[in-house]
Nanobody, 111 residues
Framework: VHLVESGGGLVQAGGSLRLSCAAS????????MRWFRQAPGKEREFVAF????????NYADSVKGRFTISRDNAKNTVDLQMNNLKAEDTAVYYC?????WGQGTQVTVSS
């Protein structure tokens, strides 16, 4: 299993970023996928979930209405569109597949 996140960066509060996770080494379309994040000095926390079929996404309350998770089973990718970013969204964002993690991508939101 190999998960590679990309798309992080520095953005001003109120701005947007789109993260992407490229997956390989398993049958991507068979598995639910998740995004997590970890801010400095804090534990890793759940951000968003999408089922194998792309239906029934769900979100942490802190990002609901601002973030959208999506997947492309033909391209083996899962994306996280992040809008109206806040300083408290600053963290390393990780793609997750049942017990496997990517290396993470840094998102920094300046206020």
């Amino acid at each position: 299993v190999h998960l590679v996140e990309s798309g992080g960066g520095l953005v001003q509060a109120g701005g947007s970023l789109r993260l992407s996770c490229a997956a390989s080494g398993f049958t991507f379309s068979n598995y639910d996928m998740r995004w997590f994040r970890q801010a400095p000095g804090k534990e890793r926390e759940f951000v968003a979930f999408i089922s194998w079929s792309g239906r029934t996404p769900n979100y942490a309350d802190s990002v609901k209405g601002r973030f959208t998770i999506s997947r492309d089973n033909a391209k083996n990718t899962v994306d996280l569109q992040m809008n109206n970013l806040k300083a408290e969204d600053t963290a390393v964002y990780y793609c997750n597949k049942q017990g496997y993690w990517g290396q993470g991508t840094q998102v920094t939101v300046s206020s």
